[in-house]
């Protein structure tokens, strides 16, 4: 362990409308714990526990809760798009909220990443009809996620209006905004990247087509909540479910000017392969840093030392940490102290009980 230090990590930051008490932000994480009998309701004891014992972070970005029935891919997700989610909810941010942290809802559509089998019934959606050549999880085991219908202009719109609502029902939930998911390979990602999107009208092809269903997201949540309680998470070069473009840096390069001309609050880049190895080529990081003048949360793999290293270099704003929250409900204090990080157990990762969620002990 070496000796405590104080660092520009633990200083206070405001990004938008949010005051954080530090620049450690949880990351959005899925955990399979939402009352899904219920309807993917979340507030169980357990999950206000988990988010609870995390409040020493400066900012938590919930897990991906999906904006409809068909937006969900995984095995109890929670929603945001029923009462009964919001007042789980609502239980939820009042205990970070008493505990002086903030707290985002990260509202998602998976898109093509789903099957009938766990979304209720519904035909996948996306913007193309390619399927993504990857299982998905049901409560009958692995099933391959089919070839999805392709939205259709009024579909698009209905999706969108979908995002809008969510963002209303997040700030009546208590959440201090939401975090778009744009990252990947959901739906607004599959817009983005001409690996899944092959239209011809003007919601693909050019960068600027690709990139117009992730501004009407945007822009829907601006009117509904204000800019400086809007962020999007983006993942210019990750690959995961399935994703690709020919050339990332020409879409996400525009799509960072025309979020730069919003004024949202921030971009949450997962640099290089989520959950994976950071090899960063392809998209100019640090360029989209200096073009973009919200804050800059910057994610994947980063450790003490380099988490440290972007503050103090002006890289980011925040570090947000996704497996290290998992096994250390106490990482503020860790990453304080230095003290060692204890490993989460992939197994509980999405094991729907309190196991590897709430019992993870703090130092
Ligand atoms: C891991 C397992 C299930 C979902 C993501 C929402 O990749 C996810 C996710 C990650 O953003």
Redesign the pocket.
Known sequence: MTAPISTLLHTPVRIGALDLKNRIVMA???R?RSDEAAGDVPGKAMNVEYYRQRSTAGLIIS??TQVCPAGK??MA?PGIYSDAQVEGWRKITDAVHAAGSKILAQI?HVGRISHPDINGGHEPIAPSPIAPGIAAYSANGRVDCPVPRALDEAGIAAVVEEFRRAAINARAAGFDGVEI?G????LVDQFLRDGANQRTDRYGGSAENRCRFALEVVDACIAAIGADRVGI?LSPVSG??GIADSAPQVVFGHLVEELDAREIAFIHFVEGN??GERNLSGFDFAAARRRFRGAYIANNGYTRESAIAAIESHAADAVAFGRSFIANPDLVERLRLGAPLATPDPKT??AFGPEGYTDYPTL
Do not use: K
């Not at 990252?183 to 959901?186: E, R």
């Open positions: 959005p994480l899925t399979c897990e991906g891919g995984y997700t998602w998911h990252a990947n390979g959901y998470r995961v479910n989520t959950g990762f999405y």
